[in-house]
């Protein structure tokens, strides 16, 4: 038991310098183009992995849903990965990585694991302009070297379960039910979100709360914008909040994740007194320790529009 906490302290110390953990796995060659491509799933979301078991095929569930398997008493449904992403296992799916995002546990089938690798998220960069990059959200970098092809391809899981379990997936509400916040005029929501269904989904969210929002696929970008929009309210003589009047940030993005992006928001005097919101697939206590470490103002789980508009209308207040 010391050991396992050692690890979360481990990684939580990881994300507080803009690091992260990268489990590698693969899928099997390509029916593209017969490469056999390594991919990439962020530690934090794993609880486990697991030799492949028998599972259950009960009536009405349709392919990539392979069944449903009993691990440790709870019942999850097991997707075939290489089938959504479009690869052949050769050696067969061996592996089950038993993942938990927004709330929901499933298992993923895989190949093969290869191993851990420990990196920065400078070293991860969009892939928003991949071909064939549907259910791929970044490609990681494995090395120092910008022309070497030791690459990852970091998995959009997000978009994965939404396509598979859209009614489970998605941002339930009532819109004509949400608060409208009065912002004030001029200013805007700043919104980094690397997956283009959960954007997709905070868009809608912030329309009708109307709030007029950036969007921005990594923390970096809207540190940049947060940073060009402070200096137009410092030359203007205004406060921040009559340019800025809420960040919004997702947690796993290229480039810098949403704790970093906090964290300079925070330790900023000009700055510090905008409200912080993270929005995350990624639960758990330690993510939450990791919260309050840098001093967000709140934390909402995906997708949950209901919750994510409470959280901000308290913020905002």
């Known amino acids: 038991m010391d050991n396992f906490q050692k690890d979360i302290d481990d990684r939580v110390n990881l994300t507080l310098s803009n690091r992260f953990e990268l ?8 029916e593209h183009d017969g490469k056999s491509e390594l991919f990439g799933i962020n530690v934090f979301k794993l609880r486990e992995i697991v030799p492949m078991p028998d599972y259950t095929k009960p009536v009405g569930v349709r392919h990539p849903v392979l ?19 479009g690869c052949r296992p050769s050696g067969g799916m061996n592996i089950l990585l038993i993942t938990e995002y927004a709330r929901t546990v499933q298992a993923f089938a895989v190949e093969s694991v290869e191993n851990i690798v420990r990196l920065d998220w400078t070293q991860i960069h969009t892939a928003e302009k991949l071909v064939n990059g549907q259910y791929i959200t970044s490609v990681a970098r494995l090395d120092d070297d910008p022309t070497s092809n030791n690459l990852a391809m970091v998995i959009d899981v997000e978009q994965v379960l939404h396509d598979i379990v859209p009614t489970k997936h998605d941002l339930h509400a009532t819109h004509n ?17 690397d997956s283009k269904v959960a954007r997709a989904m905070l868009e809608k969210g912030l329309q009708a709360m109307k709030l007029p929002a950036l969007m921005h696929v990594t923390g970096k970008d809207a540190w940049l914008k947060i940073e060009e929009l402070a200096a137009q309210a410092q030359q203007e003589g205004v406060h921040i909040s009559e340019k800025i009047a809420l960040v919004l940030t997702d947690l796993e993005m290229p480039e ?9 928001i925070k330790t900023h005097s000009q700055l510090q007194s905008i409200p912080v919101v993270i929005h995350s697939s990624l639960s758990g206590s330690a993510n939450e320790e990791h919260v309050r470490k840098v001093r967000a103002d709140g934390y909402v789980a995906k997708f949950e ?13």
């Open 23 to 30: 489990l590698l796995f693969r899928l099997g060659p390509s």
């Open 67 to 85: 069944g449903m398997v009993n691990i440790r008493d709870q019942i999850i449904p097991v997707i075939d990965l290489p089938a959504v992403l």
């Open 177 to 193: 039910d949400l608060p409208q916040i009065d912002i004030k005029p001029g200013s805007v929501v700043i919104v980094a979100e």
């Open 256 to 264: 810098m994740d949403g704790f970093t992006l906090t964290r300079k």
């Open 305 to 317: 529009i209901n919750e994510l508009s409470s959280v901000i209308t308290r913020v905002m207040r």
